[in-house]
């Protein structure tokens, strides 16, 4: 049960943390942080690289124009970046437990449940926009009801960045009301599948 919770837990985490990552971080430099050259290329390599290859209505999926564009992040952001969220539920959860007075344990099973939930995330955030872009990737998915919602919605972040900055569970976009409808006339680019050459 208490894997359950974390694991729950985990995948509301992964979507607040989406949102903040997306907002703060690749749409826009942190003040404290514009001096720093990694953060700042976090943010060129998303809202200018990215969404300059990848234009709505134009060249939203990928063709000879923005092949050579890279839509993963660098293995070494994915160690960081889970180490540290594993890190963050680890203390978080010493601290509760501590609070409560509840037993101490070397491997919380609540921390467990949420770094897996974490973890699946991410896989799902990075398999699940490679294939909004490049749709020969996972064509039969691209044609679940699922995969066009999601993709509708990403659709319209590529339409206007400020909204939807979640790809994969969209609920800090709705509690933090940054979630827009596609407009319906523009559904046909969002669920075009373009033949790759």
């Given at each position: 049960?208490?894997?359950?919770?974390?694991?729950v837990f985990?995948?509301?985490?992964?979507?607040?943390?989406?949102?903040?990552?997306h907002?703060?971080?690749?749409?826009?430099?942190?003040?404290?942080?514009?001096?720093?050259?990694?953060?700042?290329?976090?943010?060129?390599?998303?809202?200018v690289?990215?969404?300059?290859?990848?234009?709505?209505?134009?060249?939203?999926?990928?063709?000879?124009?923005?092949?050579?564009e890279?839509?993963?992040?660098?293995?070494?952001?994915?160690?960081?970046?889970?180490t540290?969220?594993?890190?963050l539920?680890?203390?978080t959860?010493?601290?509760?437990?501590?609070?409560?007075?509840?037993?101490?344990?070397?491997l919380?099973?609540?921390?467990?449940?949420?770094?897996?939930?974490?973890?699946?995330?991410?896989?799902?955030?990075?398999?699940?926009?490679?294939?909004?872009?490049?749709?020969?990737?996972?064509?039969?998915?691209?044609?679940?009801?699922?995969?066009?919602?999601?993709?509708?919605h990403?659709?319209?972040?590529?339409?206007?960045?400020?909204?939807?900055?979640?790809?994969?569970?969209?609920?800090?976009?709705?509690l933090?009301?940054?979630?827009?409808?596609?407009?319906?006339?523009?559904?046909?680019?969002?669920?075009?599948?373009?033949?790759?050459?």
């Open positions: 049960v208490t894997i359950l919770i974390g694991f985990g995948l509301v985490f992964g979507s607040f943390f989406e949102h903040f990552i907002k703060n971080f690749l749409h826009h430099t942190p003040r404290l942080l514009d001096q720093s050259k990694y953060i700042k290329s976090m943010c060129l390599g998303h809202s690289s990215h969404h300059g290859n990848y234009i709505p209505d134009k060249h939203y999926t990928q063709d000879k124009t923005n092949k050579e890279v839509l993963t992040f660098t293995k070494y952001d994915v160690i960081f970046l889970l540290g969220i594993a890190g539920f680890y203390i959860s010493s601290l509760i437990r501590h609070l409560f007075n509840l037993q101490f344990a070397y919380p099973p609540e921390v467990i449940g949420a770094t897996i939930a974490v973890i699946i995330y991410y896989i799902a955030y990075e398999s699940l926009h490679v294939i909004m872009h490049v749709p020969h990737k996972g064509r039969w998915l691209r044609n679940t009801f699922f995969m066009r919602y999601l993709n509708r990403h659709y319209q972040h590529h339409l206007i960045p400020s909204t939807n900055l979640n790809i994969i569970i969209p609920l800090a976009d709705y933090l009301g940054t979630k827009r409808s596609l407009p319906k006339e523009k559904y046909v680019y969002a669920d075009a599948i373009e033949e790759q050459e």
